[in-house]
């Protein structure tokens, strides 16, 4: 005879739906809603709009600015997917902790090489 006993690891979240669920160590967590998803889904699309119509202002792309204001749009973007589409929003203290600190010290590192190699080196000194 088959026990129909639900396994106590087994989570039955389409048993009471609009109810937030609960992680491992019993804290409820809200998801996001399909209308979080498409104004999430309008504001990617915005920002790459922007990035691809500031590719065509020869002025822009000549200038200084225009790298770093496409990594920085890059940048939002990124953590946009990974806050909503990687539900990092809506996570336990410790997977955020996990996540942002290696980014962190990566962006950190790779701003020092960057400085170090004179990319965004500060010149001073006499003109020459």
């Known amino acids: 005879m088959a026990d129909h006993t639900p396994h106590p690891d087994h989570h039955h979240h389409h048993d009471h739906p609009g109810h937030p669920e609960l992680d491992a160590m019993g804290v409820e967590h809200e998801h996001p809603t399909w209308s979080t998803y498409w104004k999430v889904a309008l504001i990617l699309t915005m920002i790459t709009a922007v990035e691809v119509w500031v590719y065509y202002i020869p002025s822009f792309v000549a200038s200084r600015a225009f790298v770093p204001a496409l990594l920085i749009m890059s940048a939002v973007k990124f953590a946009i997917v990974v806050l909503f589409y990687m539900h ?29 190699f004179g990319h965004l080196a500060v010149r001073v000194g006499a003109a020459g």
Request: no cysteine; aromatic share 14%; glycine share 4%.
């Open 88 to 116: 990092l929003r809506y996570d336990h203290r410790l997977f955020k902790a996990l996540f942002t600190g290696p980014l962190i010290i990566a962006m950190a590192t790779i701003l020092a090489l960057m400085f170090l």
